[in-house]
């Protein structure tokens, strides 16, 4: 079989390249990581920009199958690797996860576009508008309502999911803009940002040299 690899865009400033190779962590597989260059990653710059909907970033490429999109590529991983356990046994628990997921990545707009990700940005005092406020209240609501359910530490339990890695980059935002939580989310946003892979996705991230202005000025 023809080596698997991911394509992704910005360490620093893409929030769905970190779902992408989030999950691909989760599955277990052996896969390599290539960041796009050329008219690829002006489409993926545009992506980060927010001025178009859809780029073809991340990618997954297994066995000459292309597959992109963050959940496509959640349901992928998850039929190769069934024992992997990206979502919950439980029915009700996958339908649960699945929802949320998908929430997080079709919705939250005002939140994308107040806070956009950059993992180098610390904006201590960051004023939060009314429309990002409630995609934060709804978050932590999301949050507080999976971990009472399921008793933590993950939001179904003890075993990190798909609904995990698509809410792993809001912590990082949350972290960037100074974002005032509750306790019980501040320990989640915290739990989040220790494990293994988000630190080895952080570190690389702030060894990048890209910059994007529009993502950097003070706003």
């Known amino acids: 079989m023809a080596e698997t690899v991911l394509m992704i865009s910005s360490r620093n400033y893409s929030s769905w390249s970190l ?3 989030l999950l691909a962590r ?4 052996d896969f390599t990581t290539t960041t796009i260059v050329g008219a690829g990653a002006e489409a993926a710059r545009q992506e980060l920009l927010m001025r178009t909907s859809s780029t073809l970033v991340p990618c997954l490429i297994y066995d000459s199958i292309e597959v992109w999109d963050t959940l496509a590529i959640a349901e992928f991983l998850n039929e190769i690797a069934p024992k992997a356990g990206m979502y919950p046994k439980e029915r009700a628990a996958r339908a649960r ?3 949320i997921a998908g929430e997080m990545h079709s919705g939250f707009g005002a939140l994308r576009s107040s806070l956009p990700m950059n993992l180098r940005s610390r904006r201590p005092g ?3 508008w009314s429309g990002a406020r409630a995609d934060v209240d709804r978050i932590t609501a999301v949050w507080r309502d999976c971990l009472i359910k399921s008793g933590g530490p993950w939001l179904f339990g003890d075993q990190y999911s798909v609904a995990d890695a698509m809410f792993a980059p809001v912590a990082c935002r949350f972290v960037s803009y100074d974002v005032s939580l509750d306790p019980f989310s501040a320990a989640y946003r915290d739990r989040t940002l220790a494990r293994p892979d988000m630190q080895e996705w952080t570190r690389l991230a702030l ?3 890209e910059e994007v202005p529009e993502l950097d000025v003070e706003f």
């Not at 989760?26 to 597989?29: A, D, E, L, P, R």
């Open 19 to 21: 779902r992408g190779w």
């Open 26 to 29: 989760m599955s277990g597989i």
């Open 97 to 99: 996860c699945r929802s």
């Open 126 to 128: 960051f004023k939060l």
């Open 207 to 209: 060894d990048e040299t």
